[in-house]
């Protein structure tokens, strides 16, 4: 099952569903339109409002912020604008600002429609197509589109041009894909104008004209179309229709990442493929391998392949793991992956230490359950086991609010430059951080020097910290985590149940029960010492103050109750250190190897434990 580590960023062209438009005449608001706006929207105009929530869906004027926009389509719809109503019905079927609900977007949408606005009348036809809420029914959608097409509605014309470039509902016509296309983009709606460059670009209705193709995509990129963005970006990456130029294909990947759209994953890809061959960047093995989980997590198939490829490869970015690779590549060839399906028949069944067939099709088939969910396949490929693990958590803060909200967890300064470790989940969407020094009575700014989702670790760097006199003067060591055997004592030093308790570092202890977690996930240590939120991130030590672990989760009591019909008793996880050290070393962050503890080991780990703030 070897297999070298070869980037496929699939950069083919994006069907990416529904799509938002604004205004009536389908272009989008601009920056400088957006305080006229939003005056509106206070004054309760309901175009206002409609467009203050593009403008915050978009980011557009303002920062981008789902809950927002959510909010202020529901305020349009429940005054009964048709049009807010036709936004709502988006927000439910991509989950942004809200819970994904599929039946919720079929609701809306049917309400949208039933009120004559002819993009809910197409958007309903859409989820006909593909089944969002609804059985599928291609005569169903064609019907609807069409009727919604009769109004000239540049969306409208968009959808009917989808359906016929696809033969949903009607036999395939491509020139009467094109033509549609063609009265949408000349609407400027950027679904006809990103439509429109796949057509271009393909040569489908018409003679294929890269130009031309790059050309809708820029218009639909200025309006912030991200699967435009996409197709921008691949045409820059292979120099098509435009000067080749990986810097502004980095930039469009980047931010199509960044929008958390259903283009996110073929971002992630370009970007990883990018900084595998050095294209426009330094080859980066974390990158890539940070990227390629990202892909991989939202369900792209090439990335599931080239992860499970770093799997078994040395200085990929990745620990090495088999069990995993063989999974991936199951889930691939599910998909008809046709490389996957090769390396899949070269491997053996077989159960060792070091691999474990039957673990791996058991994963496989938990990703593939997932991957009907969408994107619930993160939570496995990130190493913690769905539900029976529920992370030791950031305590919550002082400040509650959504704007201005604090996570607190637990930390160690782990070199003589202030550098902290913590757990990706306490500084995760965070602003600002800071940490308090319990030893020196005082807080102090932080800074991010990286974050790994994919093994829950996090490090950041304290700012002054060099100038700072502490003692003991060096931090303790971190050991490899092999040095951990199960029966060991152990301690782990945090601030648990932030609010309630002192701010002082709180010492707790117990056993190393196993050395793998829930499903025999490798990564983690299993130990008896008790848990609490606020304990997230912080160090676990052998009694000779060595740390072996990073404290991160916590057995599901509710769940474990519900399954085994018992509570469990001191069921906790850390994250072995081998993990931690790999980042630091990928990252450019030394970890001493003689440091050494000086007086009580506790004392010595207490002294150089933080509490981490992160404001979001």
Sequence with gaps: MKLPLRIVALLGLLILGATTFAKSQDAMPTAEEYLAIKKLAEAGDISGTINAGICAREGIGRDRNYDDAFKLFSKAADNGDALGMFY?????????????????????????????????KALLGQFYSVGTGTKISGTEAFRLASEAA?????????????????GIGTPKDEDAAFRLFKLSADKGTRLGLSRLGEAYARGKGTSKDLEQAAQCWQKAVAQGHTGAMMQLAAAYTRGEGVDQSYEKAKALAEAVVESDSDGSPYGAA??????????GVEKSPAQVAKYLR?????????????????????GSGVLADRTLAAALYMVAAAKGDEIAKKNIANTQPMETPSFSYSKASAIARSIMQSLDAHREIEELQEGWNSEMVGKGGSGA?????????????????FTPEGHVFTNHHVIEDGTSFEVYIPTLKKKMPAKLVVSDAANDLAILQVEGWKAEKHSPALPPPIASSTKAKVGDKVFAIGFPLPGALSTDAKYTSGDVSSLSGV?????????????????????????????????????????????????????????????????AANSGVDIPDDLKVTGSPVDHVSAFSVQVISTH
Excluded at 397 to 413: D, M
């Design 88 to 120: 709502l019905a988006i927000s439910f079927e991509s989950g942004k600002g809200t819970a994904k609900d599929a039946e919720q977007a079929f609701s809306w949408a049917k309400k949208s429609s039933d009120k004559g606005n002819p993009k809910g």
């Design 397 to 413: 803060g002082p400040k509650e609010g959504r704007k201005g909200r604090v996570s607190l967890g637990s930390g160690l300064v």
């Design 519 to 583: 499903g025999d996930d490798k990564r983690v240590i299993q130990i008896s010492a008790p848990i609490q939120p606020g304990n997230s991130g912080g160090p676990l030590a052998l009694t000779d103050g060595r740390i072996v672990g990073i404290v991160v989760a916590t057995l599901n009591y509710r769940l474990t109750l519900k399954e085994s019909g018992s509570l469990p008793q001191n069921v906790n996880f850390a994250v072995k250190s081998d993990y931690l050290r790999i980042l």
């Design 150 to 166: 009769k109004s000239k509605d540049g969306y409208a014309e968009a959808v009917l041009g989808s359906l016929y470039g696809r």
């Design 294 to 314: 990202m892909s991989a997590a939202a369900g792209h198939i090439g990335s599931m392949n080239n992860y499970a490829a770093a799997c078994l490869m040395p």
């Design 270 to 279: 370009l970007l990883a493929h990018l900084y595998q061959e050095g294209l």
